[in-house]
């Protein structure tokens, strides 16, 4: 039973369209994650929700916004996507301080 | 600032042989360490976490990892590796933010290969 569900799971824009991806859980967790991972590396925080307490990872670029309306839904919001954007986005949850559970992402093109 | 160091992005073993994959922390504090494995076009599963009880872990899937202080050391092992066993492994220390919350610092990953 999927617990992190990440839609849609392929997504393709246009440079410059804004684009949403959407995460939602149903574990109840009070922490949402959001990561980018570029082909071959490692994931990278851009931010993340403490109950409903944004923090912003200091090199998230401003082109990149988060939405988190309820504890079980999630909004990663790119205003205008440039090239350098294409990547797997991965959402995650975890409740406090106990380990993170991962969605299987949503791998975006820009074209 | 805490980081982890995997040795090795590509490592190729043969079925039925050990695996070993490397990783060395860095950190002010005793650290809690975690080992994920990513198959393609997935999220991360987590395999097992170090919390500062025993030194030896054992994860899913047969993995283990055994922490050493000595050696600043969280290295991944099983014994006899199986096809369904490549993919690619990320080590990760736990960093306190701020207010309650924490994040992870991700290793560079190991893509592992299994030979036939």
């Known amino acids: 039973d999927a617990m992190v569900i990440q839609n849609p799971r392929y997504q393709v824009t246009q440079f410059g369209k804004p684009v949403t991806l959407s995460c939602s859980q149903t574990?109840?967790?009070?922490?949402m994650y959001w990561y980018q991972q570029k082909s071959s590396q490692a994931p990278k925080l851009l931010f993340h929700?403490?109950?409903?307490?944004?923090?912003n990872e200091a090199d998230t670029p401003d082109n990149f916004q988060s939405r988190r309306p309820n504890t079980s839904f999630c909004f990663l919001d790119i205003r205008s996507p440039g090239l350098g954007d294409a990547a797997m986005y991965l959402c995650?949850?975890?409740?406090?301080?106990?380990?993170?559970?991962f969605g299987d992402g949503t791998r975006l093109s820009i074209l | 600032a805490q980081s982890v160091t995997q040795l090795g992005s590509h490592v190729s073993v043969s079925e039925g042989a050990l695996v070993l994959l490397r990783c060395n922390y860095s950190?002010?504090?005793?650290?809690?360490l975690f080992w994920y494995v990513q198959y393609p076009n997935q999220g991360l599963q987590l395999l097992l976490k170090y919390t500062s009880a025993a030194t030896l872990v054992k994860g899913i899937n047969g993995f283990e990892a055994e922490f050493k202080k000595s050696e600043t050391s969280f290295h991944l092992t099983k014994p006899s590796a199986h096809m369904s066993d490549a993919a690619e492994y990320f080590c990760?220390?736990?960093?306190?933010?701020?207010?309650?919350?924490?994040?992870?610092?991700f290793g560079k990953g190991t893509k592992l290969s299994v030979i036939p």
């Open positions: 990760a220390v736990r960093g306190y933010s701020g207010a309650g919350s924490y994040q992870l610092t």
């Open positions: 950190s002010s504090v005793p650290p809690y």
């Open positions: 574990l109840n967790h009070n922490v």
């Open positions: 995650a949850t975890s409740r406090d301080n106990q380990p993170q559970h």
């Open positions: 929700y403490y109950d409903k307490d944004f923090n």
